[in-house]
């Protein structure tokens, strides 16, 4: 079976094909859009694909874990339609059937875990697999309580990667305490819950991302949100059905801190994202930056689609380094590769620790960002769970292994927005997994990023 026409994912820009190489100090001005949340808009489709009726949902970021998973979706039964820019509809059966196809979710971590955990609820066989990024990252961790529902794993190569195979159906509640503070663990076992007997409970020592439980609510489902100790017990009772709805994806706070990190380091930049999703578990990263002197401004506070919302402005900023605590981890663990670049240019150490997961990311992100800038002439300290960064002048001139890395290809490149050299990243067209647009968007604020 072929993908059908209206999912196939756009061809990669022209600009991002071989290294990309950015160069700087001209300062940066305007305001953009970020791109839609990427947690939002796999759980949109998902959701809808596992709903009875129709999901329209606006704002979709179409990037290519998105894609992936849209595919995905349809895959298990429901039909999808791309009715305009960001602007798509899935008709759901009210549940998934066997996809006939090996669902390859691409590069999304996200997109496998939580569709592991939507169809493991389902009669169905299903064969999950990805690129070479995603068949090193670990599955156990959501195959394990997925099995302990009930839900029958096959490795089809290594243990605990993907490709494997899923038969799923006739499962049963648990409870469950998370060791990681992981919204994907979180949100796998609840989107099996849904169809298991009895009630499931995910205790969360750490709060984690909580777009799942605000989201199943707009769908129709009760779940029940109680604050223990510094997390949360999510309780979710099994037969709920979904129904299709409307949904408003903002922009994407992860999307959002590259522009914004920009403008705080290249001199005499101003820059203005609208819309961005402020959800208090999503925006450690700029309590952050303002801990470290950042001048940064939240205005028109809003909500849309049950999540608060403002437009974010930056300016030039003489930072300095800080401790980031490290139970703020969860709230910014996409942001650590984007706080170090812009610790580079802080005055004094920046201490991230606590932050072992950066290692099963896209890529082990501690030590692909310990590389580069150290290549860039900045004074890094690498330890197992964390690394620090001394902040000086940037020397850059080098070009950058990014592992296929969207993330550690973007840090990369604002950190060459204000270096003494040019800097350069490899393998660049993986920013369309998250960041579709982002060299045209930069160069518009007045960037320099060039093939
Ligand atoms: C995500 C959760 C995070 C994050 C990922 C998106 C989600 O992973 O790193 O990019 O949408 O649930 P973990 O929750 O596993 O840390």
Redesign the pocket.
């Known amino acids: 079976m072929t993908a059908p026409s209206t999912l196939t994912a756009r061809p990669v820009s022209a600009s991002l094909n071989g290294a990309v190489r950015a160069s700087g100090d001209k300062s940066l001005r305007g305001a953009v859009r970020a791109p839609g949340d990427?947690?939002?808009s796999?759980?949109s489709l998902i959701f809808g694909g596992m709903a009875k009726g129709v999901t329209e949902i606006e704002g979709l970021l179409e990037g290519d874990d998105i894609l992936a998973t849209a595919r995905a979706v349809e895959a298990f039964g429901a039909q999808v339609e791309r009715l305009g820019e960001g602007h798509w509809r899935v008709k759901g059966q009210g549940g998934f059937r066997s996809p006939g196809v090996v669902i390859d979710c691409g590069n999304a971590?996200?997109g496998v875990?939580?569709l592991m955990g939507a169809a493991a609820g389902y009669e169905l066989s299903a064969t999950f697999d990805g690129d070479a990024s995603l068949r090193k990252r670990p599955m156990k961790?959501v195959t394990g309580p997925l099995a302990d529902m009930g839900a029958r794993f096959d490795w089809n190569g290594a243990e605990d990667r993907v490709p494997l195979t899923l038969d799923g159906g006739g499962l049963k509640a648990i409870e469950y305490v998370q060791t990681?503070?992981?919204?994907?663990?979180?949100?796998a076992i609840l989107l099996a819950g849904l169809n298991a007997a009895g009630e499931t409970v995910v205790v969360e020592p750490e709060k984690?991302?909580d777009?799942?439980e605000r989201m199943l609510r707009a769908f129709g489902a009760m779940v029940d949100v109680t604050e223990e100790g510094e997390g949360w017990r999510i309780r979710l009772k099994g037969g709920q059905k979904l129904t299709g709805t409307a949904v408003a994806v903002p922009g994407d706070p992860?999307s959002a801190a590259f522009p914004l990190a920009a403008a705080l380091i290249v001199p005499g930049s101003e820059v203005t994202v609208e819309g961005v999703m402020l959800n208090p578990q999503r925006t450690g990263l700029f309590d952050t930056w303002i801990e470290m002197g950042a001048d940064l401004t939240i205005s028109k506070r809003r909500v849309s689609g049950g999540e608060d919302v403002g437009d974010i402005t930056a300016r030039y900023s003489e930072l300095k380094g800080v401790t980031v605590p490290q139970e703020r981890a969860?709230s910014m663990?996409?942001e650590y590769p984007i706080l170090s670049a812009v610790a580079a240019y802080a005055q004094g150490r920046t201490v991230m620790r606590g932050i072992g997961?950066m290692r099963v990311?896209e890529s082990d992100r501690i030590s692909l960002m310990v590389a580069g800038l150290t290549a860039c002439g900045v004074a890094v300290e690498e330890e197992a769970e964390g690394f620090i960064v001394t902040g000086g002048p940037v020397g850059g001139g080098a070009t950058v292994a990014t592992a296929h890395d969207h993330r550690i290809a973007m840090s990369h490149l604002i950190l060459g927005l204000a270096a003494e050299a040019p800097v350069s990243v490899l393998d660049p067209e993986m920013i369309a997994t998250s960041f579709p647009g982002f060299v045209e968007l930069m160069n518009g604020l007045g960037a320099e990023i060039a093939s």
């Open positions: 990427k947690s939002m796999h759980r971590g996200t875990r939580l961790r990681v503070a992981s919204a994907q663990i979180k949100s984690s991302r777009h799942t992860s969860a663990i996409d997961e990311k």
